[in-house]
């Protein structure tokens, strides 16, 4: 039973890999081959779309866009939600309970939802087609789940904590950043990483925000499958160039994700 039971895992692997590997292969072939027929190697394997990619600016400039809006993102979320997500954990003032549940209803809203209003507002205020745009608006959907993830950490310092810091003369902003912040940097490693990854893959919002300058990954993919009548090889490159950014964040901070997963509040 043991053999068996230890093959299970590999097999689930190995079926949610197959569309991966389908697009990596797909991404070495031409246009030609991939219509032709069915392959599981590229027979004359191509760097030619990713080279596409990286000497045209049209195309890698999309992921510069995707990463300064996602990475302008996280930085104000966390910032926002970690003075929030004290207050919950440490005041108990009127009506914090019901509040604090109530931020689920922003984090369960479709982006879908607001994207007339959105569009109306960035529009008035000028800011249509820029990177600061697309990360306040992630942020709407970002911040209470920050505040979540945040909240259940800071519940596990003990309290004695910030009565001795306070002993000790410093004041709260400097206790939260000399010595709370460290004592919780798993819980900020998990709250950036479910930031990140809804910035990075959201595409409503990023791609009715944006039309030349800002334009991210994602909608440059979009409109090239029209202009290009679907060039599956290139739009294959460009896929998985769009996984490397999640796999890199998850490999630099899978130490603080592994603790992070095991402790706190994670929804």
Request: some cysteine.
């Amino acid at each position: 039973m043991k053999p068996r039971a230890s093959l299970a895992p590999l097999i689930y692997v190995a079926i949610i890999m197959t569309p991966v590997y389908w697009l990596v292969v797909m991404s070495f072939k031409t246009n030609a081959e991939i219509a032709g027929q069915l392959t599981f190697f590229p027979h004359n394997p191509s760097l030619a779309n990713y080279a596409l990619i990286f000497t045209d600016p049209d195309w890698y400039m999309g992921y510069v866009n995707a990463v300064i809006y996602v990475l302008l993102n996280v930085a104000i979320s966390v910032a926002v939600a970690l003075p929030a997500a004290f207050a919950f954990s440490r005041y108990d003032f009127f009506g914090h309970r019901s509040l604090f549940f109530g931020l689920l209803m922003f984090r369960m809203m479709a982006p879908a939802i607001l994207l007339a209003p959105f569009v109306q507002i960035f529009s008035d205020l000028g800011l249509i087609d820029t990177h600061i745009a697309v990360a306040l608006a992630h942020c709407f959907f970002n911040v209470p789940l920050a505040i979540w993830i945040l909240e259940g950490f800071i519940s596990t310092v003990p309290r004695e904590m910030d009565e001795s810091a306070a002993v000790d003369g410093h004041s709260l902003p400097g206790y939260i950043a000399r010595i709370l912040v460290p004592q919780i940097a798993p819980g900020i490693a998990v709250a950036a990483f479910f930031c990140f990854m809804f910035s990075w893959i959201e595409y409503m919002l990023a791609n009715a925000l944006t039309t030349i300058d800002a334009k991210p990954i994602a909608g440059i993919m979009t409109r090239a499958a029209g202009v290009l009548s679907g060039d599956i090889a290139l739009l294959s490159a460009a896929s998985v160039l769009g996984l490397i950014p999640g796999l890199l964040l998850i490999i630099f901070v899978r130490k603080y994700l592994a603790t992070g997963f095991s402790m706190g509040r994670v929804m």
